[in-house]
């Protein structure tokens, strides 16, 4: 059973920084295309940043140069370093998993940046 356990989260000031990790049992990271995934109030969820199989990444036009997504094969576990937070980066969090067959989400960890 793949289970994906987000933490990290908080409350932070604007200008601040956070780590959000990514606890990932039941499947291996280098198998799947790993990412971040965000939601704020009454906005779709979007894709903050990914990596691929193969260790090549990408990232929203709005995070670019402030974020920075990784993952240790070790540990079994997906990042995402946070700096220079803005107020509209406030939503909550999601890792996502996902190869040819299947999808997987975590349960989210909220990130509140006060201005």
């Known amino acids: 059973q793949v289970q994906l356990v987000e933490s990290g989260g908080g409350l932070v000031q604007a200008g601040g920084s956070l780590r959000l990790s990514c606890a990932v049992s039941?499947?291996?990271?280098?198998?799947?295309?790993m990412g971040w995934y965000r939601q704020a109030p009454g906005r779709l969820r979007e894709l903050v940043a990914r990596?691929?199989?193969?260790?090549?990444?990408n990232y929203a036009d709005s995070v670019k140069g402030r974020f920075t997504i990784s993952r240790d094969g070790a540990k079994n576990t997906l990042y995402l370093q946070m700096n220079s937070l803005k107020p509209e980066d406030t939503a909550v969090y999601y890792c996502?998993?996902?190869?040819?067959?299947?999808?997987?989400w975590g349960q989210g960890t909220q990130v509140t940046v006060s201005s």
């Open positions: 996502n998993a996902r190869n040819y067959l299947n999808e997987y």
């Open positions: 039941g499947t291996t990271l280098s198998t799947n295309v």
């Open positions: 990596i691929l199989s193969g260790g090549s990444t």
